[in-house]
């Protein structure tokens, strides 16, 4: 079946550093691959994603490539901010009629 | 476009008493419907899910119960709520996995209701 494994948690990190959330994953065919971002008592934004092999997903300054051939899609930031403490999930389709399959979860704090 | 509410926003029930969650959305027609809950400090888990009006799939057996009397309208229930169903409930949608382009799209998710049973 399809599955998503994301690194243990949790990160802290300084603002400004360099931010890597490794994610891989199993599944059947050709996967869309996703990140999702929940900040503190809201519901999951999108926050990026990926269709195809070798695609890379951007927003607010975050970055995942889709790699194939090691059936990864790390999340980046250059410079993290404060702002960005919230938790991450990994998450892959697999099909029109598949559901989203989720990772755990990690939860990143920036500390000023 | 398209948007989804969830509501209330929080709820404190006492354990035996009954519960309702509502979710709608708007701007689309026949969305696929979700109910996840996400209890403290851990991952999501997905509760029921729907593919059209009257049709409810239960991933997990438990004290609670989903139904879609309408095509943007997706409700959470329980008789007697317990303990162990406090948590952050989310509803979330998506395209039917009839639309070609199905595969590329995930879940936009509501803003979720914090339920607290004492």
């Known amino acids: 079946g399809n599955s998503v494994t994301q690194m243990e948690g949790p990160v802290t990190l300084s603002e400004e550093a360099f931010l890597t959330i490794n994610c891989t994953y199993t599944a059947t065919g050709y996967p869309s691959l996703f990140w999702y971002v929940q900040y503190p008592g809201e519901g999951l934004q999108l926050l990026l994603k990926?269709?195809?092999?070798?695609d890379k997903g951007s927003n607010k300054g975050f970055e995942a490539t889709y790699r194939k051939e090691t059936t990864s899609f790390h999340l980046e930031k250059g410079s993290v901010q404060v702002s960005d403490s919230a938790v991450y999930f990994c998450?892959?389709?697999?099909?029109?009629?598949?559901?989203?399959?989720f990772g755990k979860g990690i939860t990143l704090s920036v500390r000023p | 476009s398209q948007t989804i509410h969830q509501w209330p926003a929080t709820l404190v029930q006492p354990v035996g008493s009954p519960l309702s969650l509502e979710c709608t959305v708007e701007?689309?027609?026949?969305?696929?419907l979700y109910w996840y809950r996400q209890a403290a400090g851990r991952g999501l888990q997905l509760l029921f899910y729907s593919v059209g009006i009257g049709q409810i799939s239960s991933e997990v057996p438990q004290n609670l119960s989903a139904s879609r009397p309408q095509d943007r309208q997706f409700i959470l229930s329980s008789k007697k709520l317990l303990l162990s169903d406090s948590g952050f409930y989310l509803c979330?949608?998506?395209?039917?996995?009839?639309?070609?382009?199905?595969?590329?799209?995930?879940?936009?998710f509501g803003s979720g209701t914090r339920l607290t049973v004492v």
């Open positions: 979330a949608w998506s395209v039917s996995g009839r639309t070609r382009t199905a595969p590329n799209y995930g879940y936009t």
């Open positions: 701007g689309t027609s026949n969305p696929n």
């Open positions: 998450a892959l389709k697999a099909g029109a009629n598949s559901k989203l399959t």
């Open positions: 990926a269709t195809k092999a070798d």
